[in-house]
Each structure stands twice: as C-alpha cells, then as structure tokens.
C-alpha cells in the first residue's frame, strides 16, 4: 500500500490545465463501440484502472480493441460480434463495469462469471441482477445474486415496465443494454434525474429512444453503428483542482475541455451557492455532449443544506465537497445521499472519520453528513481505505493542514486519476 506525506500548506494554486477523460463516457464508448458494427474511434479515453477493466473484459468477450496512442480502436461486430469468454470476467473496482456489462451479457447466448475486488464484492448487485431476471436473464450469484462471483447465462429477453427503485444511472444504463436486446418495447421510470450518458451514445451510434421526463421507452432488436468521438474531461476529476483553487490563498486555475452535462454539475450548482469565484464558459458544439472551460479563484464559502434532486448530479463528488464545507462559514447539511454508503467504500463513514483525524467536525448520519465549518487542519495519518476519491479528497486536505497529512493507499487513484500527483503539483506555486 504506497503512502504518501504531503505537506502543502499556504501553496497559490494557478495555471491552466485539461483533466483526464470522463470515466462514465469512457466506459460506455467501449461498451458502445464493442456492440455496434463497424470502426469505433475513441480520442481522450481515460486509462484509468476502470476502464482498463473494462477493456480487458471486453477483449476476453472476443472483441478487437487496439490503441492507436491517438486513440482506441473498436472494431465491433454488432452484438453478436461477442464469443462466449474462456476466462471469468475481473471488472476490478469498477461498479460501472460490472453493472452495465451485466446488462450487455443478460441477452447473450452464451454463459459468463464475473468477479472484482474486495471492494466490488460488497456492493449491491441486486439492483441489477433482479429486473434482468425478469426480462428472462438466468443469473446466480453470491447470497443469490446479490454479490460477485456472480453467473449470468444470457438469451432471449422480454421488455418490462419498470420502475427503478433507486436513482442509479448504473441499473438505468443496464437496463437499457438489455432493453436493446429484448423483444418489444421497455419503458423504465427514473426515481430522480441521473446521468445521461447512455441515453445519448444510444442516440450518438444511430439507435433510438424516447424520453419524457423521468420515463424512458425503449424499442428491442436495436442496430448500432460505430462512430468517432472526443471524450470531454472528467468534471468529477476537475472537482478536486477547483476545490484546491478555492481553499488556497491568491489562487486562479482555469481547467479546460470539461464535460459540462447537466446531469453531472450538481458541484457547480452547489459552491455558486455556497458563494465561490467559479465561472463556466461553454464551448458552442455539435459534441453528443457539453463542453466547456471552468475558472475558479480562491473564495470564502458559506454553509449551505445539500439534498433532494440535487444528489445524483453530485453523488461522486459529495466526498470533496464535504472538505470544502469544514471552510464555509457555518452547518452545512448533506441529506438524501444514502447511495453513498455503497459506493467504493461507505463514504458517509469514510468521509467523516478520515476528515475527523485531521480535526474537523463532521457528523455521520443515516442519509448524509452534518459539517460543521470552520474547522483548523491539523495534520495526521489517514487512509483512503483502497477508494480514489477519498484518496484524493485526503491529499487536498494537505492544502489547508497545519502539519503533514500523511495519505495511506494513495494507489487506489489510479482508478481513475493516473496522473493525479504530477497535475497537483504542476500547478502548485
Ligand atoms: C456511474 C453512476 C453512478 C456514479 C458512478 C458512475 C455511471 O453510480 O456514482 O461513479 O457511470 O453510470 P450509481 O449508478 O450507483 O449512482
């Protein structure tokens, strides 16, 4: 377990940087490509641990997938381009790829094991395992298909009316890749406003769909083609510079090239609120989704109340936030966010007690966090109990601590920040 000691305190933060590519984006434009017919070329895909499971999953699901160092190659053939894998399917951390590739395999006639890491194998399958055995999927797993190892033989799916019973882009987007497969017409109904990103590669590699707020619908026997495409920065990466820009002294950072889907700026939202410098400067695109610049100057923050819709366009990102709230003036309330306790870890328990040792005060509840601001950093020993982004929340810490903050299992960012330490420090003066 690498550890790293950081001691930045009273740094500037200033410069101009581009974040590595989308995780979800970068997922799906494998997924995608591996499914349509013909050539996929996918510029600025993220080589984050994640989506190097996701590769490796799909090259053991008998797809060509090469990297041209400009970009990656897909050389789809359609859904039944897919072979039947000699190996079990390791989807590592990754709970994206475990989810939607449920999805893909559920109408696939052919049998496949999935497994991950310690983290995977404590996060809720169910949510997907059971509505893709209603649509006709023969899935075993784990206490019943709740957890990895779990068995899926695929085949022919019937679509359902379905309501999902958590807002969770995840079993949204499985449900879809199922839906794409089955006989007829699926209508699925959203609990809350959860990324997008599926629905629009549907719409970007030529399939159809239609939406009316929170109902999808959904017709069977989709034929896609592969198609060329850009992904934008990771705006859940860039969370982490704009909060070290606000919490430092004379501080200007401008990130460049960001995803700017409104169902993922839930944070921007939020520290306009809390009263931060930030500024977004779209670009004018044809792009299949939203891109643009972000300015962010140091800033004073204001306690603000976090819940309701607002959660799922925030949800990776609450962890970060949580760090910049112990700097606002008075409580800030987080509620509604109970998704957190089956991210990567139980970020309610992680976010809280790692932050805690550092001196802040912050307490746990059932559905979120009260933060009390504003605290003094003292420094100490934390962990990011193998989770990326506590990792990097950890490190950023480091920014406004009085002493060293001493970050164990810093490797676990390369899930999906390879090069996060080089970027920090390049923009640190
Ligand atoms: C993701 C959806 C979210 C998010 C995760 C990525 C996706 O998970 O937290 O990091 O790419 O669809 P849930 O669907 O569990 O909310």
Same mark, same amino acid.
């Given at each position: ?9 009273? +740094?500037?933060?200033?410069?101009? #940087? ?13 997924m ?14 993220l ?7 996701t ?12 990297? %041209?160092? %400009? ?6 053939k ?7 894998p ?14 939607? !590739?449920l999805?893909? @395999?559920?109408?696939?006639?052919? *049998? ?7 983290s995977?194998?404590? +996060?809720?399958?169910? +949510? ?15 206490m019943?298909?709740?957890?990895? $190892?779990?068995?899926?033989r695929?085949?022919e799916? &019937?679509?359902?009316?379905y ?7 995840? =079993? ?8 794409? %497969?089955a006989?007829?017409?699926? /209508? !699925? ?7 997008? *990103?599926?629905?629009r590669?549907?719409?970007y ?13 959904i017709?069977?026997?989709a ?7 850009v992904? $934008?920065?990771?705006i ?17 950072l401008?990130i460049?090239n960001v ?12 520290? /306009?609120k ?6 977004i400067?779209?670009h004018?695109?044809? &792009? ?7 300015? =962010?100057?140091? &800033?004073?923050?204001q ?8 959660i $799922?366009?925030l949800i ?13 003036e008075?409580?800030?309330?987080i ?6 306790k ?5 970020? #309610?328990?992680?976010?809280?007690n790692?932050?805690?040792k550092?001196?802040? %005060? ?5 559905d ?5 601001? =504003?605290?003094?950093?003292?420094g ?6 193998g989770?990326h982004? #506590?990792?990097?929340m ?10 060293s ?15 996060f330490?080089?970027? @920090?420090?390049s923009?640190?003066?």
């Open positions: 377990m690498a550890t790293q000691t950081l001691h930045f305190k009273n +740094r500037t933060i200033k410069g101009v #940087i581009e974040v590595p590519g989308d995780k979800s984006i970068s997922h799906r434009s494998i995608f490509g591996a499914i349509a017919n013909g050539k996929t070329r996918v510029r600025n895909f080589r984050g641990q994640d989506c190097l499971s590769w490796d999953c799909f090259q053991k699901l008998g797809v060509s997938i090469t990297d %041209q160092n %400009q970009y990656l190659l897909i050389e789809g359609g859904l039944d381009g897919l072979k039947e000699t190996h079990i399917l390791d989807v590592g951390n990754s709970g994206t790829t475990s989810r939607l !590739l999805g893909i @395999l559920a109408g696939r006639p052919f *049998h496949s094991v999935l497994i991950g890491d310690e995977i194998a404590k +996060r809720p399958m169910s +949510r997907v395992t059971a509505p893709l055995r209603l649509m006709g999927a023969k899935i075993d797993g784990r019943n298909g709740e957890y990895t $190892p779990i068995s899926i695929g085949g799916l &019937s679509s359902i009316q309501q999902i019973p958590v807002a969770s882009a995840q =079993v949204k987007s499985s449900l879809l890749f199922a839906a794409m %497969q006989s007829g017409v699926t /209508e !699925l109904v959203e609990k809350g406003d959860t990324r997008d *990103h599926t629905e590669m549907i719409q590699f030529g399939g159809k769909l239609d939406k009316n707020g929170l109902t999808i619908r017709e069977g026997s034929e896609l083609e592969g198609r060329d495409l992904v $934008p920065g990771d859940s990466s860039a969370a982490f510079f704009i909060a070290a820009a606000i919490l430092s002294p004379n501080s200007e401008l460049k995803g700017l889907n409104e169902t993922r700026t839930g944070m921007i939202t939020v520290l /306009e809390m009263g931060a410098n930030i500024e400067i779209p004018s695109t044809d &792009s299949f989704e939203p891109y643009g610049d972000i300015l =962010v100057r140091s &800033s004073k923050l306690g603000v109340e976090i819940g309701g819709d607002v $799922p366009k990776d990102e609450i962890p970060i936030i949580a760090l910049l709230a112990t700097q606002a008075g409580r800030t309330t509620k509604n966010a109970e998704e957190l089956v991210k990567e870890t139980n970020r #309610i328990d992680t976010v809280a790692e932050l805690n550092l001196g802040c %005060q912050i307490t746990p509840t059932n979120g966090l009260l933060i009390d601001g =504003v605290s003094k950093l003292s100490g020993i934390v962990n990011s109990h989770d982004r #506590i990792g990097m950890l490190a950023i810490a480091s920014l406004i601590s009085e002493k903050v001493h970050v164990q299992g810093t490797d676990a960012i390369d899930v999906s920040f390879p090069n330490f080089q970027q @920090l420090t923009i640190m003066h």
